[in-house]
């Protein structure tokens, strides 16, 4: 055995196990744990023979210090120059041209941030023509309060379906609708097919709302059914959020 041992450590140098190390994580851009390293290479054909695994930690070590890897281990992210951590079969192995480094992190921040706000500003504004003065606006405008009105809110809802019957129960019966206030919160709306439909069904352009907090101020006159029936055109999935109405409704004279 011995005679054995020394053949495989002559064959199977910490050059050799370097390169094979370097070669095995080539196309992994998440890495591998060290035990499964160890695994691949005494399961597979060809690779190294790792009889003292002094020799893999020296290769690693070696590695490392020539910043060719980074290394994972309980929840941080060490390269050169930092300390080479202990050496566990849970630390994740890297190459290093899969890691950006924190300053590479960092400019690429920058530049996704700046490309954002090239977007935005390069955006149309498909709501303001839409959404136009707040309902409190058109309620103080000077000669068109023709009676006094109230604001009826409703609860947030999961669903248009209660937000509908909360509307049903709350708006009395005759009255005419100034105005209508949908506010959306906590939603993500990935899927927004359903949601555009609703928005394109009101003429607007098409909007991309990653991430929903948004409010529709919708001007009357209009009767307490069309406010529900366009409740009712609303997804029955809010995107896992909420939504809610704030109805000004008057006593027709």
Do not use: W
């Amino acid at each position: 055995m011995d005679e054995v041992r020394s053949t495989v450590k002559t064959s199977y140098d910490v050059e050799t196990i370097r390169g094979e190390i370097l070669k095995h994580l080539e196309g992994k851009s998440n890495g591998l744990r060290l035990e499964d390293i160890k695994y691949d290479f005494k399961a597979t054909p060809g690779k190294p023979i790792i009889v003292v695994e002094a020799l893999l930690e020296e290769a690693l070590r070696s590695l490392y210090g020539q910043g060719e890897i980074v290394i994972e281990y309980k929840g941080k992210c060490m390269r050169k120059p930092d300390s080479f951590p202990s050496f566990k079969d849970d630390m994740k192995i890297v190459l290093s041209k899969y890691v950006p480094s924190p300053e590479e992190f960092i400019e690429k921040e920058k530049v996704a941030e700046r490309k954002v706000e090239e977007a935005i500003e390069k955006m149309p504004k498909p709501l303001e023509k839409f959404i136009g003065p707040k309902v409190e606006e058109i309620i103080e405008k000077e000669g068109e309060r023709k009676a006094p009105s109230q604001g009826i809110e409703t609860s947030e809802h999961s669903s248009p379906f209660s937000l509908s019957v909360e509307v049903e129960r709350k708006v009395p019966d005759g009255m005419q609708i100034r105005g209508v206030e949908l506010e959306f919160s906590g939603g993500s709306f990935d899927d927004f097919k359903s949601f555009n439909a609703f928005v394109v069904s009101l003429n607007i352009k098409k909007p991309k709302v990653p991430d929903v907090k948004l409010k529709l101020v919708i001007e009357g006159p209009m009767s307490k059914k069309e406010v529900i029936d366009l409740i009712d055109k609303l997804p029955r999935s809010l995107g896992g959020g909420s939504v809610k109405a704030v109805v000004e409704a008057e006593k027709v004279a």
